[in-house]
């Protein structure tokens, strides 16, 4: 199954609409500690309104938290950031592939980025006015990319 990882997301409205696309998708949610808002926040259920009871949720305190626990492939990861050079259309994505995400106000950390440049992709934009998309927009995105071949 696929999984879409958020790391230390702030905005509760992006989780709970990217909680929703994972449960209309039957895919796992997983979140990296610490977010800028708590689960409980009416606005994580309001966005994922009464579908969030039905996420598949797992938590992890830290990245390594989440490495150590999990231990993915390396060729499963599969991390989204706007000055990634490769685009999402470029990989096939495999069934296990882990859809990572990082926190809207600055993405993945510098390290991270680092140690996993080979594995690094961004959603295109034709206009440079837009400094970036929404975080629940790429994610959604990228999701049905991965999933091209399930349905075509």
């Not at 990882?5 to 905005?11: D, H, Q, T, Y």
């Not at 977010?35 to 994922?48: E, I, P, Q």
């Not at 598949?56 to 490495?67: G, I, P």
């Amino acid at each position: 199954m696929m999984k879409v990882v958020l790391f230390e997301p702030e905005i509760p409205f992006n989780t709970g609409s990217i909680g929703r696309t994972c449960v209309a998708l039957d895919l796992e949610l997983i979140l990296i500690k610490p977010y800028g808002f708590s689960l409980d926040d009416k606005t994580v259920a309001r966005s994922g309104t009464r579908y969030w009871q039905f996420i598949k949720l797992s938590e992890y305190d830290s990245w390594d938290d989440f490495l150590e626990t999990r231990k993915p492939d390396h060729d499963a990861l599969f991390l989204f950031e706007e000055d990634a050079e490769r685009n999402f259309y470029e990989p096939t994505y495999p069934d296990d592939a882990y859809l990572i995400f990082g926190k809207e106000s600055s993405g993945l950390p510098m390290d991270l980025r680092a140690q996993m440049q080979d594995r690094m992709f961004h959603v295109p934009m034709r206009n440079d006015r837009v400094k970036s998309l929404n975080l629940s927009n790429v994610a959604t995105a990228v999701i049905y990319q991965a999933l091209r071949g399930t349905y075509v």
